[in-house]
C-alpha cells in the first residue's frame, strides 16, 4: 500500500501477557520510529531506526519493551509482561532520508491492558 | 538533548477568530521544525515545516508559522479559523546534525465553536 500499514488496529489483552504490534513502513522509507500516545501525554518517543545504523532505544520506558526492524523494512513492537500503565495508541511512523523529520505516520494501534 | 514545549495544552476559539498557538524549543544547534495535525479519528499528518530560508512558512489549509531564532520559538498562526480546524496541533524539532529523532511536544488541542 502507500502508507504506513499497523497491525492490529486494536488488542486486548489482559495483564502479564506479551503482545506484539507490527509496523510496515512507505517502501524505499529509511527511517522508522515507534511513537506512543496517551491521553493528556502527547507523543511519547519510544526508538528510531535509521538504515543499518545501530537504533536509538533512549526512549523505550523499560527492559519489557524491545523492538526490532527486519531487512531495514518490517519492524515489531514487542512489551512484554504487559501492565496497565501500557495502555495506549502506539504509532509508527516512516520517512525518507532526503526529507529528514518529516514524517509519514500509519493510524496506529490501540493496545488495552485489562 | 532537544525538547519542544506548546505552553497551550487547550484552546477554545469561535469560528472567525485568530489563532495562535506557542511552540518553544531547547536545543542551542541548528533545528528543523514543525507542526503535525490530527484530525478528530485520524491520523497524524504535516502542516507545515521550516528548513531554512525564509522564517514564515506557509502551510496546508491557511496555517503559517514563524521562526523567530532569538526566542527559540515556531509558533502557529491562522488569522480565522473554521469548525473544520477542529485538532490536536503538536510541534515538533529535530537537530539538523546528522539523522536525529524527531521530539514532539505534548499537543494542543484546538476547539472551533461554530
Known amino acids: 500500500g502507500a502508507g504506513v500499514s499497523q497491525s492490529p488496529s486494536n488488542k486486548v489483552t489482559e495483564k502479564g501477557k506479551d503482545v506484539e504490534l507490527r509496523c510496515d513502513p512507505i517502501s524505499g522509507h529509511t527511517a522508522l520510529y515507534w511513537y506512543r500516545q496517551s491521553l493528556g501525554q502527547g507523543l511519547e518517543f519510544l526508538i528510531y531506526f535509521q538504515g543499518n545504523s545501530a537504533p536509538d532505544k533512549s526512549g523505550l520506558p523499560s527492559d519489557r519493551f524491545s523492538a526490532e526492524r527486519t531487512g531495514g523494512s518490517v519492524s515489531t513492537l514487542t512489551i512484554q509482561r504487559t501492565q496497565q500503565e501500557d495502555s495506549a495508541v502506539y504509532l509508527c511512523a516512516s520517512s525518507p532520508h532526503w526529507a529528514a523529520g518529516e514524517l509519514f505516520f500509519g493510524e496506529g494501534s490501540r493496545l488495552t491492558v485489562l | 538533548a532537544q525538547s519542544v514545549s506548546q505552553h497551550n495544552h487547550h484552546v477554545i476559539l469561535s469560528e472567525a477568530a485568530s489563532l495562535e498557538l506557542g511552540c518553544n524549543y531547547s536545543?542551542?544547534?541548528?533545528?528543523?521544525l514543525f507542526w503535525y495535525v490530527q484530525y478528530p479519528g485520524q491520523h497524524l499528518q504535516l502542516l507545515l515545516k521550516y528548513f531554512s530560508g525564509d522564517p514564515l512558512v506557509k502551510g496546508i489549509k491557511g496555517f503559517e508559522a514563524e521562526f523567530i531564532k532569538s526566542k527559540f520559538s515556531f509558533n502557529l498562526r491562522k488569522p480565522s479559523v473554521q469548525w473544520s480546524d477542529t485538532a490536536e496541533y503538536f510541534c515538533?524539532?529535530?537537530?539538523?546534525?546528522?539523522?536525529?529523532?524527531?521530539?514532539f511536544g505534548t499537543g494542543t488541542r484546538l476547539l472551533v465553536s461554530p
Open positions: 515538533a524539532v529535530n537537530a539538523r546534525t546528522g539523522f536525529q529523532k524527531l521530539v
Open positions: 536545543y542551542g544547534g541548528t533545528v528543523n
